[in-house]
């Protein structure tokens, strides 16, 4: 059984940090695209960072760019992302997400959008105020 678990969202004022992590189980963690997304209130999901698993190989939006971190532990099938230097514009759900397969090029470029994602997290809550 496929699951991602998200946790460390919360509430935070601008110009602090938070630390998602995204704990995946129940496939091969290595050799995949794995992925934040965010979606803000009465607005499109979009993406934030990915990572090609086992690779360290990263993508980050722009919007997100020297201010988020993306790493992972392999021992624990878990990705983390450090966002630093937040602000209200940061404020939405964040979606952890899988993409089986694929290729680390495609990840590391940001070639994936959210239709390319079959598996998803629940969410958690970040707030910048």
């Known amino acids: 059984h496929v699951q991602l678990v998200e946790s460390g969202g919360g509430s935070v004022q601008a110009g602090g940090s938070l630390r998602l992590s995204c704990a995946a189980s129940g496939y091969t963690y290595s050799g995949n695209c794995m992925g934040w997304f965010r979606q803000a209130p009465g607005k499109e999901r979009e993406r934030v960072a990915f990572i090609y698993t086992g690779s360290g190989s990263t993508y980050y939006a722009d919007s997100v760019k020297g201010r988020f971190t993306l790493s992972e532990d392999s021992a624990k099938n878990t990705v983390y992302l450090q966002m630093n230097s937040l602000t209200p514009e940061d404020t939405a759900i964040y979606y952890c997400?899988?993409?089986?397969?694929?290729?680390?090029?495609?990840?590391?470029?940001?070639?994936?959008?959210?239709?390319?994602?079959?598996?998803w997290g629940q969410g958690t809550q970040v707030t910048v105020s």
């Open positions: 997400a899988a993409r089986a397969g694929g290729g680390r090029v495609g990840c590391s470029g940001g070639h994936y959008g959210d239709a390319d994602f079959g598996r």
